[in-house]
Every structure is written in structure tokens, then in C-alpha cells.
């Protein structure tokens, strides 16, 4: 069972959190903070990580709790559980409006089920952020897998 846990390991998604470069969502131009000229992010914890994992549970626990209970969620509390989601696996941020001017709002549970509840565009971009592995492709510093040479690599 050890040599099974180990050659899975392999597979596992990265922990380490990742950053989404924010963009306007009319332009396509990166967002950038009038006062630093910092272009503004949003660091996540991938979905599918372990931490992402615990936070599905509990979403789900509150779920069979409303059942319990005789109750359904509704599409609102459905949506709701997304940003919550999406809050619980923001790691940190720089944030400005999309003229530039600052948002130094604390990056907290709270202040970011806020801005993912009311900011649908940035609600999207986080959610297709955190559920893309790719985002969150170990370094090769990271990575125990070596890579092999293909035909393509060699000298003729």
C-alpha cells in the first residue's frame, strides 16, 4: 500500500496557491492600480487541492443540514455556496475598480464573498480560474517527474 501511495503522489494536485492576473472585462487590458501602477491579482488555493476538497465538505455538510431540516436550497443559496467557495479559497489580492482607482479592502473570508456576490465578471474569472489545473502547474523545482526527449529534440 506504501509503494501505491507514492507513485500516486505523482498525481496529486499542487497546494500551492496561484494568481489571477484581473483583466477589464470590456477591453481585455490588465487592471492597474492608479496609485502604484500595479497591474491587479487574486491568489487562490486550486479547487481541486485537498483545501479545496474541505471546502466542498463543508458546503456540503451545510447541505444535508437543510435537508435534514426539510429543506431545499434554491438557486440563490445555490450561487451563494460559489462565492462562498470561491471567498474560503482566496489567499490574498490586489485590488483597484476598473479606472484604476484603489480597493484596499482586507483580504478576508468576508470582504470576498462580498466582491464575488456582487461583481459578476469577477465572480466567472474566479471560478474559471480555480477550476483550471493548468493555473496551478507545479514548477519543475516542485515536480519529482523528469521529463524524457522525443524525436523532436534531437540533433541530426
Not at 447541505?63 to 482566496?90: P, S, Y
Not at 502547474?137 to 541530426?156: G, I, K, L, N, Y
Request: charged content about 25%; hydrophobic content about 35%; overall charge negative.
Amino acid at each position: 500500500m506504501a509503494m501505491r501511495n507514492g507513485k500516486m503522489a505523482a498525481l496529486s494536485v499542487p497546494e500551492a496557491p496561484a494568481k489571477l492576473m484581473l483583466r477589464n472585462p470590456y477591453d481585455g487590458e490588465p487592471i492597474v492600480r492608479n496609485d502604484n501602477s500595479e497591474e491587479c491579482w487574486i491568489e487562490f488555493h486550486p479547487s481541486q487541492s485537498k483545501f479545496g476538497q474541505n471546502v466542498d465538505r463543508r458546503l456540503m455538510d451545510d447541505n444535508i443540514r437543510l435537508r435534514n431540516q426539510g429543506r431545499r436550497m434554491n438557486a440563490r443559496e445555490i450561487q451563494d455556496n460559489v462565492c462562498k467557495k470561491l471567498a474560503m479559497l482566496t489567499t490574498n489580492w490586489c485590488l483597484a475598480m476598473l479606472d484604476g482607482t484603489p480597493v484596499d479592502e482586507p483580504c478576508n473570508v468576508e470582504n470576498a464573498h462580498f466582491y464575488y456576490t456582487e461583481v459578476e465578471w469577477l465572480r466567472e474569472a474566479a471560478s474559471s480560474f480555480v477550476n483550471d489545473l493548468g493555473n496551478f502547474r507545479p514548477t519543475p523545482s516542485e515536480s519529482s517527474v523528469t521529463s524524457q526527449s522525443t524525436s523532436s529534440d534531437s540533433t541530426a
